[in-house]
């Protein structure tokens, strides 16, 4: 038997919602699962119409087996989207490969880059299914901490574990799941830095791209100069967008690595379903005026979230990016309290590493009444539990 497949570790989100499952079958009032960062609102009209006509053609092309390197209608969609998005020029022929959904890039990525042994940055607290790319490709995790102090930046030069170390991959995720954090003007420059010193691959995993809440987009990493020759990045139709289930996206930058990563997809997974890439293609190039009503809902939502839990003197900062909110509880209040005696599914920040001990990662994709009832039973926890 493999040992690549007895490395993984144990699936997060698998039992946090065995966990929430459970609680549901015991008596008490209906819980309320902020735990799931599953999108709660739909794809665009517009794409969904291009999916249906395109799942309805009765050309036996669009069902056989797709270009393994994406429909070049679909990669030159996604060079405009850069370019108007970001102000970055992409090549569609050899910049961008589309992936059958992010956390699939996320696999084929660090197995393009890293090999047994080989150093890889992640960031601690990060999204847990990093932890399952290095262990099937057998490199060793490297512990890039992100402190509350810090503005859950990481620190290049004073991590001395890190400034030691020449990793074969870098990995970032800005916006930041769980964190909720941007990235910070100096940090995409100095791991630009620190990956070309060090011949490393850097990859932003760009996942909630889209979704800044602030005042100003969240930047893509490939906009920082020299970051062509060090860098690529992930991108997915499943926040922006509302499509989760369509399994598709794309990764962009540096060339041997995306040819790389385009190697693995033409061994494994042979492509991504036509109509599902027509669906994407109009979605891109058509209106984007929902992606703008999408912050707008998350904006009102986290600050509903926030203004209920600080009214109830609980200390909370406003998610500044993604669909999360990242809140340390007060003393005497974790996951498994919340759950069993207030009825709210968090997600435990230890299980996104070991700097999110005593943090809880709260999801605003979650219908507004639901969200509404979940804050109000966490204000009354917190009032509960302060002195």
Known sequence: ???????????????????????????????????????DQPPPDHAVAALQ?????????????????????????????????????????????????????IMLATLACAAAGDAVLLPDPGYPDYLSAIALAGARRVPLLLRAAGGFQPDFVGDHAVAAERPALVVLNYPSNPCAVVERPGTFEAAVAYAAERDAVLLNDFAYGALGLGTSPPRSVLAVPGAREVAVELWSASKIYGMAGWRVGFLVGRADVVARVQTLIDHTTAGVFAAVQRG?????????????????????????????????GAEIDAPAGTFFAWWRPPAGLDAATLLREDRVGVAPGVGFGAEGEGWVRLSLATADTDLDEGARRLAAAVTRTLP
Do not use: C, W
């Not at 006509?53 to 070049?72: E, K, Q, S, T």
């Not at 992606?291 to 600050?303: F, G, K, N, S, W």
């Open 1 to 39: 038997m493999s040992r690549a497949v007895d490395r993984l570790p144990a699936q997060f989100f698998t039992g946090i919602l065995a966990e929430v499952a459970a609680a549901r079958a015991t008596p008490g009032a209906p819980i309320i699962d902020l735990g799931r960062g599953n999108p």
């Open 53 to 105: 006509a395109a799942a309805g053609d009765p050309v036996a092309a669009v069902h056989g087996y797709p270009p393994f390197a994406g429909l070049p209608a679909l990669r030159e969609a996604i060079a405009a989207r850069y370019r108007a998005d970001h102000g970055v020029v992409l090549d569609p022929e050899r910049e961008i490969a589309v992936v059958p959904g992010t956390k699939t890039g």
């Open 280 to 312: 994407l293609h109009a979605a891109l190039t058509g209106p984007q005026d929902g992606v703008a009503e999408l912050r707008a809902l998350y904006r009102a939502r986290a600050d509903r979230l926030v203004g209920t839990l600080r009214a109830a």
